[in-house]
């Protein structure tokens, strides 16, 4: 059994920093890709960054380039999401998503695309 466990969302100040993870399990998690995803109340939820299974393409939203960096340990099934310079709009739930092999950059965003999801932890920015 997939299983996808989020943890490192909190409370931070406008500009700070978080870091989350997402330590998977029931799966080769090297032949995956994972993304991040979040959904802010009341919105849909969207994409937000993904890494292909050997960590050698990433691929991030917009709104959080050179703010966000996606990585991964594959000896330790975690992928991670360093956010910097935290603002208002990116408080959500932020949840972590699976998919095997890789993908191409548009295909990577539709989270149609990916079977295994998370339960998500909460990010919230006060400013």
């Known amino acids: 059994q997939v299983q996808l466990v989020e943890s490192g969302g909190g409370l931070v100040q406008a500009g700070g920093s978080l870091r989350l993870s997402c330590v998977a399990s029931g799966l080769t998690f090297s032949a995956y890709t994972m993304g991040w995803f979040r959904q802010a109340p009341g919105k849909e939820r969207e994409f937000v960054a993904a890494i292909t299974w050997s960590g050698g393409n990433t691929y991030y939203a917009d709104s959080v380039k050179g703010r966000f960096t996606i990585s991964r340990d594959n000896a330790e099934k975690t992928v991670y999401l360093r956010m910097n310079s935290l603002k208002s709009d990116d408080t959500a739930v932020y949840s972590c998503?699976?998919?095997?092999?890789?993908?191409?950059?548009?295909?990577?965003?539709?989270?149609?695309?990916?079977?295994?999801w998370g339960q998500g932890t909460q990010v919230t920015v006060s400013s």
């Open positions: 998503a699976a998919v095997l092999g890789g993908g191409s950059s548009g295909s990577l965003h539709d989270q149609a695309k990916y079977p295994y």
